[in-house]
């Protein structure tokens, strides 16, 4: 009999349920309950924020300069918040009329706002009434795709001070004010925790009303809304759910402050809980030393180079080779490093090691021996443009520069050394991983653009990646900095399958919390087994995570990096000028001190066999009727046996006569 008895209660129970519950819909209020125990009321609904989510580590991450916020919005109260559009658009200070459904622009092609109302639903007795309140506009989101209710919350991060209003509080960091839009995201019961009510008990499907909207509103720009019992959430991983972190902010406790509907264009049956605190600690706010000192140059000396390192923040500076300047100039190799002081105390940089380069570099010239007869100058010739010209074999004292030097009139050999500067193309690298290194991938979700989070140490240009393409296609791929401003930008198309993609990014400076992604998602393979960040070339890079989830990692593949060129000098190299003393004496015999203009004159030289030349010279003959009057050169020029020119000079006036001066200048003198 107890048997039957028990299968009788578990049999009826449920007809039993059937038999009292009463529908409570926004057409049939006969099951729908006042909170003051009438039959007439309005069915407000009550918005807070859920502190659960907001106080989770993994769905509210950090990054430098960077608060992400994950924000759920549960309606806990007696009846649905029902967004109703309107044909109203408003354009600065204009309100127009738009009745055609679709996107609306206004005349000057800007922004839009629409126009919307809040629908409150009303019980009187078993029937369902409602009427409508204006309750401010929204926006057409576009990356998101759909429109926003504008205003819907806003984020900060403060410094508490007890006791008082916690808007108030002085702010250390704000995000923008959201617009969301408004859906049915889940359930209460589905997200334990997000629904609490004011004495922080647990909601799940115990509401008077709980489902009164239906669970069914979704975004566009008609049907937003959250039913009872159901919550909107909006995670860290969307645009713009983040506070920015002003660049003087250190690591240390504080509150994030979110406000739902701060300017209380909703009406809802309680407004005093539309502001929720929660303690957070930053931990990376603090200036990184990994990413502390800005390389200018090669890590790797050569001859006559250098590198710069600068502090990229700070007041005061202690480098390890006791300077105390911000920058540096290194020329010699080791290990440095800089104490520098912060407002957040003291940051001692990573090591920076400087290595000196094995690399020999030949100096190119014309000869290297150069054989003159004494006494005259020398051009000596290089084959760059940037050659330094040296007297000593120890490359001490510069006395000329550029592809040329003239050496002064010598008598006697000597040696000259002379280097050049070349140019050196940087280094190339490959970086893990390689796609090989999973066995499993796939494409994620499309609401998720993933994207690589990198620090970068040292300069470098990024020049490919390997991915793999679930269609062919234009990818827009992009580089981001800390603030999420546009760093570089390349469209490129991809084939199917996987590539590897040559995108040639320019230099990428150092610093830390970079992105690479593309600008919409790409429909790219992506990993979350075995991913062990960060993925490193030592002193030149780091990937150490992405933007939805450090067991993610996103599409790009074995990164090409390429350092910057760099100059080197060449060895030294000696040129000898080697100069021949004269063998023989050589004269021109017997010139005369003048010659009147209209005489002519026979030239010998010793030893005989020489050439004469110089103006009026004519073989052996010097004609000074073809000159003009005054001092003229003549050059006897003679070649021994060993080849070895020799030449003299010697100069003869030519005149005319006049009885009254004498101008040696114009070839006149006194009889």
């Keep these: ?28 209020a006969t099951g729908c309950l006042c909170s003051d125990n009438t039959s007439t009321c309005d069915l407000l609904p009550d918005i807070t924020v859920a502190k659960d989510l907001l106080m989770s580590p993994h769905f509210n991450p950090e990054e430098i300069g960077i608060k992400y916020i994950s924000v759920s919005t549960p309606n806990i109260g007696d009846g649905p918040l029902r967004v109703i559009p309107t044909d109203w658009f408003v354009c600065g200070t204009d309100t127009i009329l738009n ?14 706002k629409q126009l919307v109302k809040q629908r409150i639903y009303q019980k009187r007795g078993d029937d369902m009434f409602y009427y409508e309140r204006d309750a401010g506009t929204m926006t057409y989101h576009p990356t998101h795709n759909h429109m926003h209710v504008d205003d819907w919350g806003e984020y900060t ?68 809304g959250i039913s009872v019992g159901w919550t909107d959430i909006y995670y860290h991983n969307l645009p713009e759910m983040y506070v920015n972190i002003p660049e003087e902010v250190c690591n240390g406790n504080y509150m994030a402050v979110v406000h739902i509907d701060p300017k209380n ?4 049956k309680n407004e005093e809980n539309n502001v929720v605190v929660v303690p957070i600690t930053l931990t990376k706010q603090s200036k990184s030393p990994t990413t502390a000192i800005k390389i200018d140059g090669s890590t790797k000396l050569c001859s006559g180079s250098s590198v710069s390192l600068t502090a990229r923040f700070g007041d005061s500076y202690n480098w390890s080779n006791g300077e105390t300047t911000q920058s540096i100039t290194v020329t010699s190799p080791g290990v440095y490093t800089c104490d520098i002081v912060t407002d957040c105390g003291i940051i001692s940089s990573r090591p920076i090691q400087i290595n000196q380069e094995d690399l020999i570099l030949e100096t190119e010239t014309e000869s290297t021996i150069v054989e003159i007869c004494g006494p005259q100058e020398v051009v000596l010739e290089s084959t760059s ?11 001490t004292n510069l006395i000329g520069t550029g592809n040329t030097y003239t050496t002064e009139l010598l008598n006697s050999s000597q040696s000259y050394w002379v280097q050049n500067e070349v140019n050196v193309p940087g280094e190339t690298y490959f970086n893990s991983p390689q796609i090989e290194d999973f066995d499993i991938s796939a494409i994620n979700a499309i609401e998720y653009n993933g994207k690589l989070v990198f620090d970068v140490y040292t300069p470098f240009k990024l020049k490919s990646f390997v991915v793999h393409a679930d269609t062919a296609g234009v990818r827009e791929f992009e580089i981001r900095d800390i603030n999420e401003e546009l760093i570089q930008a390349k469209p490129v198309h991809v084939p199917a399958g996987i590539s590897r993609v040559f995108v040639n990014f320019d230099l990428i400076e150092v610093g830390e919390n970079y992105t690479l992604g593309c600008l919409n998602h790409p429909g790219f393979h992506r990993n979350n087994v075995n991913v062990l960040f960060p993925y490193e070339l030592p002193d030149i890079l780091s990937i150490h995570g992405s933007n939805v989830s450090d067991s993610f990692y996103f599409y790009f593949y074995n990164w090409e ?15 000898q000028v080697l100069v021949e003393e004269a063998s023989v004496e050589v004269d021109i015999v017997d010139l005369p001190f003048r010659i009147k ?4 004159l026979s030239l010998t030289g010793s030893p005989a066999g020489g050439v004469f030349s110089g103006n009026g010279v004519i073989f052996n ?51």
Excluded at 9 to 23: E, G, K, M, R, V
Excluded at 99 to 112: I, S, T, V
Excluded at 189 to 213: K, M, S
Excluded at 385 to 395: H, I, P, V
Aim: hydrophobic letters at 35%.
């Design 1 to 28: 009999m107890q048997r039957i008895l028990v299968l009788i209660l578990i049999t009826s129970l449920p007809f039993f349920n059937l038999i009292i519950a009463q529908p409570c819909t926004v057409t049939d």
């Design 99 to 112: 009745p055609n459904n679709g996107a609306f622009y206004c005349p000057d092609g800007g922004e839009a």
């Design 157 to 224: 991060i403060r410094e508490e001070i007890p006791g008082t209003d916690p808007l108030t509080w002085p702010i250390i960091g704000e995000g923008s004010k959201l617009g969301f839009c408004l859906m049915d995201f889940g359930a209460c019961e589905t997200f334990y925790g997000h629904c609490r009510d004011h004495q922080n008990n647990v909601i799940t499907n115990n509401l008077p009303n709980a489902g009164l909207g239906g669970g069914m509103f979704t975004c566009g720009t008609s049907f937003q």
């Design 265 to 268: 264009n909703f009406l809802e």
């Design 385 to 395: 443009d940037t050659s330094f010209w040296y007297d000593d074999s120890l490359g």
């Design 561 to 575: 990096v390429e350092l910057s060129d760099r100059t080197c000098l060449t060895n030294l190299k000696e040129i």
């Design 597 to 600: 203009t209209t005489e002519t």
């Design 621 to 671: 003959n010097f004609n000074p009727a073809v000159v003009d009057l005054g001092l003229h050169d003549i050059t006897y020029t003679y070649t021994t046996d060993d080849n070895c020119e020799i030449s003299t000079t010697e100069s003869i006036l030519v005149y005319t006569i006049d009885f009254n001066f004498v101008n040696y200048n114009l070839g006149t003198i006194a009889p």
